[in-house]
Each structure stands twice: as structure tokens, then as C-alpha cells.
């Protein structure tokens, strides 16, 4: 268990839908990360939060938003949904400082009909 | 410039035997070099790093090889088990300030009994 929690484990939904994901990082942890991993791809990096404050951005759609909140839980929002949304959806929790060790989370597979 | 190249995309390997896994980059800022391992339906976990430093570094029996001259690094698996089977990131990353992982696509590693 690496302390990081995803809700809901498992999304269902219809496209042009929207959803939102929900993370809480370990314990003490300042920064958040967010990636999309597809079937048998691998790790597209989203978005990164340090402290409430939008650090670094990857290959994230318009489409897609995400914010770190006071209390540092993390929400994804998806919308507008397409087929090719369908994923897991990774959450990441680091201290934030140096090379520090990202957790990650068990994910949410969200599944777009 | 800021890519991690990393082969071979799927590798079998005989149980006993042993698994390596290559990584290339172009960065030369880049000065932390992360394995992590995946078992399917769970998050991505650190299992070994290391800083250009050191040429190798070795936990039990996974050793990541580091040549800072070619910019490769690799990790081998010594003695490869079934229970090692799953998928395996490379990946690297810049300094202090700005903390982001780049991602190497990944090896889905199958070890046969």
C-alpha cells in the first residue's frame, strides 16, 4: 500500500460526459502528479501540483482539467468525453523536493461507452 | 531533447535467466535514473535508482548499469523469477527545482517457468 487513494477504482460513463477523479496523497506529501496510462501503453504524464500551485504541464487536453485543493487532495476533471478517454488514470503523490520517490496510487479505470 | 528511449518493448525470458532492459537519453542535464515496476492493475512502484555518480548499483538482484559516455543505462534482473514478471519504466529527470519524471514506453517482462 503506498498511501496514496483513488476514488472511485472503477468509472463507467457515456461519451460526451464528465467525470471526476479523485486523489489523496501520502501523508506529508506536497505535490501531486496525474498520468493516463491506455491499455498496454505507457505512462502519459498529465499534470503536476506542488502546494495548491499548477508546477508542470504534460500532454493534457484542453478537454481536461485538474486542480490541488487547501488540504492538498487532488480532483481530475474530464469532460466531454470520447471513446479514446478509456484508461487507467494514475495519481502520484512525491514530497516534491528533489528527486524524491513518486507513489503512486491504484488508479481509476474509467471506461467510456 | 527530452525523450527516454527504452527497449525492447516486450521480452521473455527463460526462469533462471537473466533480463536486461535498455534505456537511452539525449539530455545530459538529466542526473536521476528511476526503475519502476508495475504488476498488472497496479500503480507503477519505485524499485531502483541512480545518480550518474556511480556506475552501478546493485539491490539483491535487479543492478542498474549506468554509462554516462553513451547515455545508456540498463537494468538486469539476475536470476529471473515468475513473480518478476510485469512491466518495467525507465525514466530521468532534472535537479531540484523543477521535479518531473520523463518516462521511458515501458517492457512487459514474461519469465517462464
Known amino acids: 500500500d503506498s498511501g496514496v487513494t483513488q476514488t472511485p477504482k472503477h468509472l463507467i460513463t457515456a461519451t460526451g460526459q464528465r467525470v471526476t477523479l479523485r486523489c489523496s496523497p501520502r501523508s506529508g506529501d506536497l505535490s501531486v502528479y496525474w498520468y493516463q496510462q491506455s491499455l498496454d501503453q505507457g505512462l502519459q504524464f498529465l499534470i503536476q501540483?506542488?502546494?495548491?500551485?499548477?508546477?508542470a504541464k504534460g500532454n493534457i487536453l484542453e478537454r481536461f482539467s485538474a486542480q490541488q485543493f487547501p488540504d492538498l487532495h487532488s480532483e481530475l476533471n474530464l469532460s466531454s468525453l470520447e471513446l479514446g478517454d478509456s484508461a487507467l488514470y494514475f495519481c502520484?503523490?512525491?514530497?516534491?523536493?528533489?528527486?524524491?520517490?513518486?507513489?503512486f496510487g491504484p488508479g481509476t479505470r474509467l471506461t467510456v461507452l | 531533447q527530452q525523450q527516454v528511449k527504452q527497449s525492447p518493448q516486450s521480452l521473455i525470458v527463460q526462469k533462471g535467466g537473466i533480463s536486461i532492459i535498455n534505456c537511452a537519453y539525449e539530455?545530459?542535464?538529466?542526473?536521476?535514473f528511476p526503475w519502476y515496476q508495475q504488476f498488472p492493475g497496479k500503480g507503477p512502484a519505485l524499485l531502483i535508482a541512480?545518480?550518474?555518480d556511480v556506475s552501478e548499483k546493485k539491490e539483491g538482484r535487479f543492478t542498474i548499469s549506468f554509462n554516462k559516455s553513451a547515455k545508456q543505462f540498463s537494468l538486469h534482473i539476475m536470476d529471473s523469477q515468475p513473480g518478476d514478471s510485469a512491466t518495467y519504466f525507465c525514466?530521468?529527470?532534472?535537479?531540484?527545482?523543477?521535479?518531473?519524471?520523463?518516462w521511458g514506453a515501458g517492457t512487459k517482462l514474461i519469465i517462464k517457468p
Open positions: 501540483y506542488y502546494n495548491g500551485e499548477e508546477r
Open positions: 541512480i545518480r550518474p
Open positions: 502520484a503523490s512525491s514530497t516534491g523536493r528533489g528527486t524524491d520517490t513518486q507513489y
Open positions: 525514466a530521468a529527470s532534472i535537479g531540484d527545482s523543477n521535479y518531473q519524471l520523463i
Open positions: 539530455n545530459t542535464a538529466f542526473d536521476y
